[in-house]
């Protein structure tokens, strides 16, 4: 399963003359309130095609406010984000964007294999059983690919939406804590296709060590508002990596 079938690659270089230009995942002032306080504070960050993102923070930070935002099911309050210069929920960013959401969601008369060739025909992928096949098995669940995923336990219904995130093609990965409920053969498998992403953006909200020891960039963010940018061999980035993650639910 390599990349270059699945992860389109970044925009051409000859455009690459300012942070905006290198960048597919751009957020200016973005904002939300609930109506009871807002729960993300103004945040501009500008992240570049190919980067590898650690996003981390307490439970309440604002961390899956922005994926949600991004992935385009929830509105800004104020401000925007832009993914290569679409706005979330549009066709164009939902194109170039894969999502996989902290729990995940699935049809309940659809079996796993079902669920890989909805998602791989909508985006029209050609070889679809075989990288379903091949995601199956990493991830260890080949022999569930007929059952409903619907009346999996926490782990595997993990693994099957991961599966699901990986199947199509994706400019931008986005993902919130997708560590939580898995065994080491799915940590170990959901790292290896992370590094298998070729020139995708990946945005992860984890605290895994094993993930943010491969990242280029960390981003904390606490109460709503960004804490820390930077690189994750940082002292400061170890030491919210530590804190932060004592409770990672958003």
């Not at 290198?22 to 957020?27: K, L, P």
């Amino acid at each position: 399963m390599t990349s270059s079938n699945r992860h389109p690659g970044p925009p051409s270089a000859a455009s690459d003359n300012t942070a905006e230009e290198r960048a597919n995942f751009t957020t200016r002032s973005v904002t939300k309130d609930y109506g009871d306080g807002p729960v993300l504070h103004p945040l501009s960050l500008s992240i570049d095609a190919g980067s590898k993102v650690a996003l981390i923070g307490h439970n309440g930070s604002g961390k899956t406010t922005l994926l949600r935002i991004a992935a385009g099911l929830l509105d800004a309050t104020g401000g925007s984000i832009e993914i290569h210069g679409h706005q979330p929920g549009s066709l164009e960013a939902r194109r170039h964007v894969s999502y996989l959401a902290d729990t995940p969601v699935f049809y309940d008369d659809l079996s796993v294999w079902e669920h890989l060739e909805y998602v791989a025909r909508m985006h029209d992928v050609g070889d679809w059983q075989r990288i379903g096949t091949q995601l199956l098995e990493r991830l260890g669940i080949a022999e569930r690919a007929d059952d409903l995923p619907s009346r999996f336990s926490r782990g595997l219904k993990q693994k099957a939406g991961i599966a699901l995130a990986f199947v199509r093609p994706f400019d931008v990965l986005l993902v919130d804590e997708p560590f939580v409920g898995l065994d080491a053969t799915g940590k170990d498998a959901l790292l290896a296709l992370l590094d298998d992403i070729g020139d995708a953006t990946a945005i992860v909200a984890t605290h895994e060590l094993g993930f943010v020891a491969r990242v280029d960039r960390v981003i904390a963010l606490r109460d709503g508002r960004l804490i820390y940018d930077g690189r994750p061999d940082d002292a400061q980035a170890r030491d919210l990596v530590a804190t932060e993650g004592a409770n990672t639910e958003t």
